[in-house]
């Protein structure tokens, strides 16, 4: 068997740090320098050859953690480790999946690109943007689910008078499965954009008045989706509004937007990508666990799709 060892880049130590914790091992020992420059620099403290070594990095902007995680793998493939598991918890510049207008780039694939070009051995995330951009890589690639985790954390409200809602149509998928799990009606909320961090709502298909809803969103990045959303939703006589959202990226003035909204009550995040402020309205829901056995079973070659069952 293998050896078994887990590295972090610096996107994300607190949940580097709570993986290791769970598992029960020290993360592998690696300095990690910028120079002047601002060029980075990494380095392995301790012997990796033959190990089966994980890395966990978030590649949420700056740029530089992606670049970071991309010599990471390099450092270790050139150091001999046998196997290099990409442990992304965000994955970011997913959601340019196609050239969806004439000369852009389809930055999800130059992304699966990079990493597998710099020696990746197989990779394990949660909620990309859109499942396809698995089919970008031709290493394996184990897509985990938060909504385990995060429907185990809205089990314990009394949701008797609540809906679930997507914010757009792209999220009426996942809304759906929250639905279908919490065993609760679906509203759909028919966003337009007019122009990149804009959003305007333009229909609501289904009847929020009088009730209570769930949102249900893979990222928060502004905050313009949801708290539209949410007034929309408010407007058509919708009580109490719980966000649920997996990828926290918040970006811009998303804190104070979320803060100042009066029609949000609550929002769940986890802890995918750490959190510059915390915000009374806001409950972290760590997928540690989740990443943990993702690690530990993978490492085994034993199945991960158990991960993906909801006990209340
Ligand atoms: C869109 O397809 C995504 O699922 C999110 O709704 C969107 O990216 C959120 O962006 P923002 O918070 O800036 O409105």
């Not at 710099?118 to 859109?130: E, K, N, P, Q, Y």
């Not at 986890?270 to 079973?297: N, W, Y």
Request: charged letters at 25%.
């Amino acid at each position: 068997m293998l050896d078994f060892k887990i590295a972090s880049g610096r996107s994300n130590v607190p949940l580097a740090n709570k993986i290791a914790d769970y598992i029960g091992v020290d993360l592998t020992n690696v300095t990690i320098k910028n120079f002047s420059d601002g060029e980075i620099w990494v380095k392995y403290e301790e012997n990796i050859r033959g190990v089966d070594l994980f890395i966990i990095q978030s590649t949420n902007p700056p740029a530089d953690n992606l670049l970071e995680l991309l010599l990471l793998i390099d450092a270790a493939k050139r150091a001999s480790a046998k196997r290099v598991t990409a442990v992304i918890p965000y994955f970011a510049y997913a959601r340019q999946d196609r050239k969806d207008q004439p000369r852009v780039s389809i930055s999800a694939k130059l992304i699966a690109n990079l990493i597998t070009r710099a020696g990746a051995d197989r990779v394990i995330t949660i909620d990309l943007h859109s499942s396809q951009i698995q089919g970008f890589f031709d290493i394996p690639f184990d897509h985990l689910y938060a909504s385990p985790v995060l429907i185990r954390r809205l089990f314990h409200l009394d949701l008797s008078n609540f809906v679930v809602a997507a914010p757009d149509i792209g999220a009426a998928r996942t809304a759906r499965a929250y639905a279908k799990r919490l065993n609760l009606d679906l509203i759909l909320v028919d966003k337009r954009r007019p122009e990149h961090n804009v959003a305007e709502v333009v229909n609501i298909i289904g009847n929020p008045d009088g009730k209570n809803i769930i949102m249900v969103d893979d990222l928060i990045d502004t905050g313009t989706t949801f708290v539209e959303c949410a007034e929309a939703l408010k407007k058509h006589g919708a009580l109490e509004i719980y966000g649920v959202c997996v990828h926290p990226v918040f970006s811009g003035n998303a804190y104070e937007k979320i803060s100042n909204s009066t029609a949000i009550t609550k929002m769940f995040v986890t802890d995918t990508i750490p959190l510059k402020q915390s915000l009374e309205k806001i409950e972290v829901v760590s997928v540690a666990e989740l990443f943990a056995e993702a690690i530990i079973r993978t490492h085994d070659n034993r199945s991960i799709s158990s991960l993906f069952e909801i006990e209340r």
